[in-house]
């Protein structure tokens, strides 16, 4: 098949790893792959490095959808394009709209469970412009079919998946850890996200400072860059907290920084923007264990006790204490980070994703 991918966000987060990822495995199987992306954004500039074809379009002002939507279809027209699958709430309308009338199929994923139709035109593209939905998690299939009114037929929940990470563990291990000049013996936890609210970080710093009152051996590594960063830093400093916080900011590569972690935590508070974490699912594909709040559909990826430990949102000290059961035995964190990367390969590889969303597209496809 000839696919396009779009993604009109300003970010680079699970939503455009999701993208990436699909796009290379799509690639792998034999389809034509093109991503649509802002200009300059670093999504396109990963697919161009990785040879996958791009089409930069400046989503940008609702106002103007329909001259984004008709350049969208003057290329699904100059491409032969089969299936468009959008991923964000403008290109999905765009999409929407370029793809009416063509033989072009189009499929939505939906990241996060927010409704996705608050207006006529929402009602008419989910309606009349959207042939299949993929929700990435459970509350996201609630929200569309019981809130949104899709029909059920036209909705598929595909957990999101990830790539095995676990190649070379211990000498990226030993590698990344040199680099970040970590002493031996360091126990350390690791926690990739967006520095927004919704990520929780002000109650993580509260764990931190609990841990610390009785495991002073740790060093938290917090990956990620955003709206809240100034402030979390002057935070920790007033906490007196900093020595053992150091904020990496963003990565473009951090997958590779998941080998220096001995524990994940994730400590997230809001059910309708945390739908499925892909940061959780990369601890699991490095065989680490997890300690995180249960919000949205984590509670399908950390399994209280086996992969690791859930606490409930907002509570500083329940997250501290499965953390302090972590730091204290590695045979614990051993025997969870293997059940973690059983339940990853079972449920959770990429490919099996890639899989599912390929099963959606034949589905949909016109003659």
């Not at 930069?56 to 002002?61: A, C, K």
Request: charged share 20%; glycine share 6%.
């Amino acid at each position: 098949m000839n696919i396009l991918i779009s993604d009109s966000t300003d970010i680079y987060g699970g939503g455009e790893d999701y993208v990436l990822t699909l796009a290379l495995l799509l690639r792998e199987r034999g389809h034509h792959l093109c991503v649509s992306t802002l200009p300059g954004h670093l999504l396109s500039t990963k697919c161009s490095t990785a040879g996958i074809e791009t089409a930069p379009l400046s989503y940008i002002g609702m106002g103007r959808a329909l001259s984004v939507a008709l350049q969208l279809r003057k290329l699904m027209v100059d491409r032969g394009i089969n299936i468009v699958h959008s991923n964000a709430n403008y290109d999905r309308t765009c999409a929407g709209i370029a793809a009416f009338s063509l033989s072009v199929a189009h499929v939505a994923t939906v990241h996060s469970a927010h409704s996705i139709q608050h207006n006529i035109t929402h009602w008419a593209r989910n309606k009349f412009a959207t042939d299949h939905f993929i929700a990435v998690a459970p509350p996201v299939h609630e929200i569309l079919v019981h809130h949104d009114r899709i029909p059920p037929e036209k909705v598929t929940f595909i957990p999101n998946g990830v790539p095995d990470n676990s190649d070379n563990s211990e000498k990226m291990r030993r590698q990344v850890r040199a680099e970040l000049e970590i002493a031996d013996g360091t126990v350390v936890i690791g926690n990739v996200a967006r520095l927004v609210p919704f990520k929780g970080h002000r109650y993580l710093l509260r764990t931190v400072e609990t841990v610390l009152q009785n495991d002073s051996n740790t060093l938290f590594l917090i990956l990620g860059d955003g709206e809240l960063r100034s402030e979390l830093e002057a935070t920790a400093r007033k906490m007196n907290i900093d020595n053992h916080i150091r904020f990496l900011g963003f990565r473009t590569e951090v997958r590779r920084y998941y080998h220096a972690f001995d524990i994940y935590c994730h400590s997230s508070i809001e059910l309708a923007e945390e739908a499925f974490p892909l940061a959780i699912l990369d601890a699991l594909a490095t065989k680490i264990p997890v300690a995180s709040t249960q919000v949205g559909g984590i509670g399908m990826m950390v399994k209280d006790g086996i992969t690791g430990f859930l606490t409930a949102p907002e509570q500083p000290e329940a997250l501290a204490n499965a953390l302090r059961e972590l730091i204290r035995s590695e045979e614990k964190r051993q025997a969870m980070g293997s059940e973690g990367y059983k339940l990853f390969r079972e449920h959770y590889h990429a490919s099996s994703m890639a899989d599912k969303v390929e099963d959606v597209y034949a589905k949909v496809a016109r003659p």
